[in-house]
């Protein structure tokens, strides 16, 4: 038996924890640069205004009073995400972070299989342990959330999105879920999508029951072993290599666009220098270290897109130490720069990944070493600083140390209350 806990609509969410004035007001929070609404409260998805409507156009409606704005506070995000998760780990046999506001768990009677404990059926348990899960998230952290139960993940996504249509916020799909797996359009159906669509509609398959019911062989000519996992979670059982959250990724990239277009080099050197110290962080998260890695800049275009200018770096051996990334694509970066240019965007992809346990080929002809990539010393203690003290404390001097007028748009950014000192709440 698996759980999906789900923040609801999670950044206006965490935003009202900090701001009580923002409960019950029509809010949305904006995407990068303030561009559009990527997360709205349930007042605000009344008035009718759709995903990603753009800011520009209700800015009216903004000085009028009607609504309120904010910008992405991702620091502050990351750490509600963080603490529901510790809750999770206290409360769940298992706990499978799938996004930063959804995580699938193994409830305490999912690990026999058997839906019966204590007093009162399987289903009767579950939902009492949703609530009471609810519950504390709610009293801890201040995110309402949505619980729902089933055998499978992809089931789980389904009881996830009625369980927010309950009272109490939490479901547990029945035994034959025939009936809601009948109102459900199959490109909604978790790992579908709509890209599938035509596809679906010619071989007949127009709900998530239809998926369930086809054959095999239908199912793959539509959507591959891809397609049939998900069919098959559909009916029940769980493929559990169907989704790999926690696998090692094929590269890490970090990238944004500039608040403003740029138009100095040390612009375009401190953004890319602070992208691949970021990148850098998400490599040894994940345990790894890279082989080289593509670095662009992406022209300024006043319709929107641009030629993108890119540059691939090898490193000298596999690292993950910023330093040494750093020193290889520096030589690499005035070649992007055009001077009159206007640059709207710079990114880092770091390719060749590699465990940094995993023994490698040497090289005959390059000093004896040890047979496997040592991971920098220096940047453990780098990232334990940073984790402790807030993201961007200890950096590298080619990050910039002035002012930086590429940096991401954020107008309406509100505290870091969580995680800065002097960002705190005062209370008079």
């Given at each position: 038996?698996?759980?999906?806990?789900?923040?609801?609509?999670?950044?206006v969410?965490?935003?009202?924890?900090?701001?009580?004035?923002?409960?019950?007001?029509?809010?949305?929070?904006?995407?990068?640069n303030?561009?559009?609404?990527?997360?709205?409260?349930?007042?605000?998805?009344?008035?009718?205004?759709?995903?990603?409507?753009?800011?520009?156009?209700l800015?009216?409606?903004?000085?009028?009073?009607?609504?309120?704005?904010?910008?992405?506070?991702y620091?502050?995000?990351?750490?509600?995400?963080?603490?529901?998760?510790?809750?999770?780990?206290?409360?769940?046999?298992?706990?499978?972070?799938?996004?930063?506001?959804?995580?699938?768990?193994?409830?305490?009677?999912?690990?026999?299989?058997?839906?019966?404990?204590?007093?009162?059926?399987?289903?009767?348990?579950?939902?009492?342990?949703?609530?009471?899960?609810?519950?504390?998230?709610?009293?801890?952290?201040?995110?309402?959330?949505g619980?729902?139960?089933?055998?499978?993940?992809?089931?789980?996504?389904?009881?996830?999105?009625?369980?927010?249509?309950m009272?109490?916020?939490v479901?547990?799909?029945?035994?034959?879920?025939?009936?809601?797996l009948?109102?459900?359009?199959?490109?909604?159906?978790?790992?579908?999508?709509?890209?599938?669509?035509?596809?679906?509609?010619?071989?007949?398959?127009?709900?998530?029951?239809d998926?369930?019911?086809?054959?095999?062989?239908?199912?793959?000519?539509?959507?591959?072993?891809?397609?049939?996992?998900?069919?098959?979670e559909?009916?029940?059982?769980?493929?559990?290599?169907?989704h790999?959250?926690?696998?090692?990724?094929d590269?890490?990239?970090?990238?944004?666009?500039?608040?403003?277009?740029?138009?100095?080099?040390?612009?375009?050197?401190?953004?890319?220098?602070?992208?691949?110290?970021q990148a850098?962080t998400?490599?040894?998260?994940h345990?790894?270290?890279a082989?080289?890695c593509?670095?662009?800049?992406q022209?300024?275009?006043s319709?929107?897109?641009?030629?993108c200018?890119?540059?691939t770096?090898?490193?000298?051996?596999?690292?993950?130490?910023?330093?040494?990334?750093?020193?290889?694509?520096r030589?690499?970066i005035?070649?992007?720069?055009?001077?009159?240019?206007?640059?709207?965007?710079?990114g880092v992809?770091?390719f060749?990944?590699?465990?940094?346990?995993?023994?490698?080929?040497?090289?005959?002809?390059s000093?004896?070493?040890?047979?496997?990539?040592?991971?920098s010393?220096?940047?453990?203690?780098?990232?334990?600083?940073?984790?402790?003290?807030?993201?961007?404390?200890?950096?590298?001097?080619?990050?910039?140390?002035?002012?930086?007028?590429?940096?991401m748009?954020?107008?309406k950014?509100?505290?870091?209350?969580?995680?800065?000192w002097d960002?705190?709440?005062?209370?008079?």
């Amino acid at each position: 038996m698996f759980g999906l806990v789900d923040g609801n609509n999670f950044f206006v969410s965490c935003e009202r924890v900090f701001n009580r004035r923002l409960v019950g007001r029509p809010v949305a929070v904006l995407s990068n640069n303030d561009g559009c609404c990527v997360s709205r409260s349930n007042e605000f998805k009344a008035l009718g205004i759709p995903m990603g409507t753009p800011y520009y156009q209700l800015k009216g409606r903004e000085k009028s009073g009607e609504l309120d704005f904010r910008s992405s506070n991702y620091e502050l995000y990351g750490d509600m995400s963080r603490r529901i998760i510790s809750i999770l780990r206290d409360e769940a046999l298992d706990v499978e972070q799938y996004s930063i506001d959804e995580a699938f768990i193994v409830p305490p009677v999912g690990r026999t299989g058997n839906r019966e404990r204590g007093t009162g059926n399987g289903e009767e348990w579950l939902l009492q342990y949703g609530k009471r899960l609810r519950s504390k998230i709610l009293r801890w952290v201040g995110i309402p959330c949505g619980i729902g139960f089933a055998p499978t993940k992809t089931l789980a996504k389904i009881a996830n999105h009625l369980a927010k249509k309950m009272p109490d916020g939490v479901y547990c799909l029945p035994d034959d879920p025939t009936e809601i797996l009948a109102s459900l359009p199959a490109q909604e159906v978790w790992g579908v999508g709509r890209r599938l669509t035509t596809k679906l509609r010619a071989a007949r398959i127009f709900s998530a029951k239809d998926l369930r019911d086809a054959p095999d062989d239908t199912i793959r000519s539509v959507g591959g072993v891809t397609l049939l996992r998900t069919a098959t979670e559909l009916r029940g059982l769980p493929c559990n290599d169907d989704h790999d959250y926690d696998g090692d990724p094929d590269s890490v990239s970090v990238s944004r666009s500039f608040g403003e277009p740029a138009t100095t080099l040390d612009a375009i050197g401190e953004s890319l220098a602070t992208y691949t110290s970021q990148a850098a962080t998400k490599l040894r998260r994940h345990g790894m270290l890279a082989s080289g890695c593509n670095i662009y800049a992406q022209i300024f275009r006043s319709g929107g897109g641009g030629d993108c200018v890119m540059r691939t770096v090898v490193f000298p051996t596999p690292t993950d130490a910023t330093n040494e990334m750093l020193k290889a694509i520096r030589p690499e970066i005035p070649s992007l720069f055009l001077q009159g240019t206007r640059y709207r965007k710079t990114g880092v992809i770091f390719f060749g990944l590699e465990k940094a346990d995993a023994p490698r080929q040497m090289d005959l002809f390059s000093a004896p070493s040890s047979p496997f990539p040592v991971p920098s010393s220096l940047y453990k203690v780098v990232d334990s600083l940073n984790a402790r003290y807030g993201k961007g404390k200890v950096f590298s001097a080619s990050e910039g140390i002035g002012a930086k007028p590429w940096l991401m748009k954020r107008d309406k950014l509100s505290k870091r209350a969580s995680t800065r000192w002097d960002e705190l709440l005062t209370v008079r």
